[in-house]
């Protein structure tokens, strides 16, 4: 009998034991890199990124060259002699610096487009990391219930021998295994919910979904967290992404205030002329040759007043949306801080709780040198080892799911 106690006690011993292992992994800041370069949606910010800078070179340009060409049907004459066509050109300039402040407004829109790609690959690392910690939390999961089962088993021969000794009840060998029927239906929910969070990841990082991922075999929450500072919070590219779009209209202003100036054009006319066969004179036949100069001058200018109103009230939304924005990104921040800290606690707790349910392990062992070993109360302690356990791992996944939003927000 003492040397069936002293098995199962070895049994407990190696079987939580096996969480301190560490296996190699695949690392998730390679993972991160490998979906920075792959991942679709950074590619197309990237693309739009391009297609807005590309614009400056659309603006840069001065209004097209006009060039006309008229024949006269019926010649008209002229004391030199008749005319016979016209051929015209015509260049509209733009006012001084209007070209530079189009320039200007491009390329503040593209500035405001780059913190797209900013903020899409923030939010990628913290998808990323996400779904690895939802990965590990599935499979360390898993790995308990496993050691659970083979416990349980262990339990389920002894309660076997019990009973062929009139100790035990066939009732307490059939509730047992009804337990490990159950722990295994969870475990198999838990693999099947173990490939679908792996597609997602792969997919994530663009490669085939039936790609395996290696998880670290452990994770333990840091004995002190990185202070964190809040001021931090204003250099993020959501807010930085307002102040450009500020800038943008102003640029638009400036732009709105240029095209308000004239424009200038210069043209030629060129109107070749017969010679008259009547007579001679000074010049006759002599082509025409008339330099032209015109102004475009906006003198119904309500539009740009209307427009300059407009891009008023646009600077005074965008002041809104930042704060409204920034309120949400301090709160989204404290939320995940105190929740980091709780976390911390529950894991604290749970690592407690789960020393007192071995220790309670322990007594139901030597209880068992005196055949005195209860199986119900063998299963209210396992029953109660495997809920301190997966509290442990949640609270473990739950530190480093704020720990990622924290670094989204003041990273």
Known sequence: MKNKAHNLKLVVVLVFGCLSVVAQAQSLDLLIEEALQNNPEIQKFELQYRIASEKVNEVNAIPNTEFAVGYFISEPETRTGAQRARFSVKQMLPWFGNIGARENYVSSLADAKYEDIVIAKRKLISSVSQSYYNLYSNKAKQQVLKENIKLL????????????????????????????????????????????????????????????????????????????????????????????????VEQSELLNQKESSPMIGFGLDY?????????????????????????????????????????????????????????????????????????????????????????????????????????????????????????????????????????????
Do not use: C, W
């Open 153 to 248: 088993e262990t339990y389920e021969t002894l309660a076997l021998t019990s009973v062929e000794a009139g100790k035990a009840s066939a009732v307490d060998v059939l509730r047992l295994q009804m337990r490990q029927n159950e722990m295994q239906q969870l475990r198999e929910v838990l693999q099947q919910q173990f490939l679908s969070e792996q597609t997602n990841l792969n997919n994530l990082l663009n490669r085939d979904n039936t790609v395996s991922v290696q998880l670290v075999a452990e994770l333990l929450i840091p004995t002190e967290d990185v202070e964190i500072n809040s001021p931090q919070l204003a250099l993020h590219p959501e807010l930085l992404k307002y102040d450009k779009l500020y800038k943008s």
């Open 271 to 411: 109107i070749p002329v017969s010679e008259r066969t009547d007579m001679n004179l000074m010049d006759n036949g002599k082509d025409i040759v008339m330099p032209m100069v015109s102004v475009s001058i906006p003198i119904f200018n309500k539009k740009y007043k209307s427009v300059s109103k407009q891009n008023e009230l646009q600077q005074q939304e965008i002041n809104y949306q930042k704060q409204e924005r920034l309120n949400s990104l301090e709160t989204l921040l404290n939320k995940a801080i105190s929740e980091r800290i709780s976390a911390r606690i529950s894991n604290a707790t749970a690592t407690k709780n789960l020393k007192q349910a071995k220790d309670a392990e322990n007594i139901l062992i030597k209880s068992y040198e005196t055949g005195t070993i209860d199986f119900k109360d063998v299963l209210d302690i396992q029953e109660l080892q495997l809920k301190f356990q997966m509290n442990q791992i949640e609270t473990v996944k739950t530190y480093y799911m704020q720990t990622t939003i924290i670094n989204y927000l003041i990273q």
